[in-house]
């Protein structure tokens, strides 16, 4: 239910929920959510029962499920961070209480975010991606790979590390998300994307 103040009418405040492709995605959300870095109002945020706010597959029955099991008194906004620009997630078959979704796309991947963790990294991807071609020359197998100057880095899908990673840097998160936003501005035109996609970088304040 919505909170009523003394001596005011109830409002309708639109609810807002998160639905993310995988544990590295949900690490950097949480930690955005954790240091009201999102434009959304960290009170419009919808939990299930176990308290969780980011729900990390791209399940819409089992979403539904978890978060959308009683009646609410507006529509539940979803925004839905993915990779894949062409992919629409079908809520209405689960639940109508779903009204808007929008859709964010971590184009190229969510690794690329972390290489402006470390300038060196930037660096020495440019350098392994002279090297290699088609998906080995992709920024998640510059962290995976050991060899051609990749970081070996095995867990960077991991929650654990993308969490430490930048757990106490969220302003530096922030910045590497926009310096995301820019590059991939000028590689792809969101003209090309269906309506209600952007980038991640359009959920900050």
């Known amino acids: ?3 009523t103040l003394w001596g005011q009418e109830k409002t309708a405040v639109t609810l807002n929920s998160f639905v993310v492709e995988g544990a590295a995605e949900k690490a950097i959300l949480d930690i955005l959510v954790e ?3 999102l434009n959304i109002q960290r009170d419009t945020f919808l939990e299930n ?3 969780k706010i980011i729900f990390d597959s791209l399940n819409p029955r089992k979403f539904a499920k978890d978060f959308l099991n009683h009646d609410f008194d507006e529509p539940v906004q979803v925004h839905v ?3 894949n620009p062409n992919k629409k997630l079908d809520f209405s078959k ?3 209480q779903v009204g808007l979704v929008k859709y964010y796309v971590t184009r190229e991947e969510i690794e690329t975010i972390h290489l ?3 300038e060196n990294w930037l660096l020495q991807y440019g350098k392994y991606k ?4 088609g998906k080995d020359a992709k920024p998640s197998a510059f962290f995976i790979n050991h060899g051609h100057g990749g970081l070996g880095i095995t867990n960077i899908k991991q929650y654990d590390y993308v969490y430490n990673l930048w757990c106490n ?3 530096e998160l922030v910045a590497a998300i926009k310096h995301v936003q820019t590059d991939m501005k000028h590689k792809h035109s969101l003209r090309s994307f269906p309506r209600n996609y952007g980038y991640l970088a359009d959920l900050l304040k």
């Open 35 to 37: 240091n009201c870095l």
């Open 49 to 51: 029962n176990s308290g």
């Open 81 to 83: 961070l993915l990779d």
């Open 130 to 133: 002279q090297h290699m071609s």
């Open 116 to 118: 402006y963790h470390n």
């Open 94 to 96: 689960y639940s109508n």
């Open 169 to 171: 840097a969220p302003q």
């Open 1 to 3: 239910m919505l909170p």
